[in-house]
């Protein structure tokens, strides 16, 4: 009949391809919305400070 080593690549293929998903979900839900606001408020930070030395 069937046997588990038949769907082992299979299973590999789900885990890999979940693994990708749930890295996407997280990379443009925090980390790239993190990494813009922290360089928006730099560059804030720096314009307000070059303003201030005029």
Avoid: C, D, H
């Amino acid at each position: 009949m069937f046997t588990f080593e038949q769907y082992l690549g299979f299973i590999l293929f789900l885990t890999i391809l979940t693994t990708g998903f749930w890295l996407m979900i997280f990379l443009i839900g925090f980390v790239i919305p993190y990494w813009l606001s922290g360089n928006l408020i730099e560059w804030f930070k720096e314009k307000r400070k070059a303003k201030q030395q005029e």
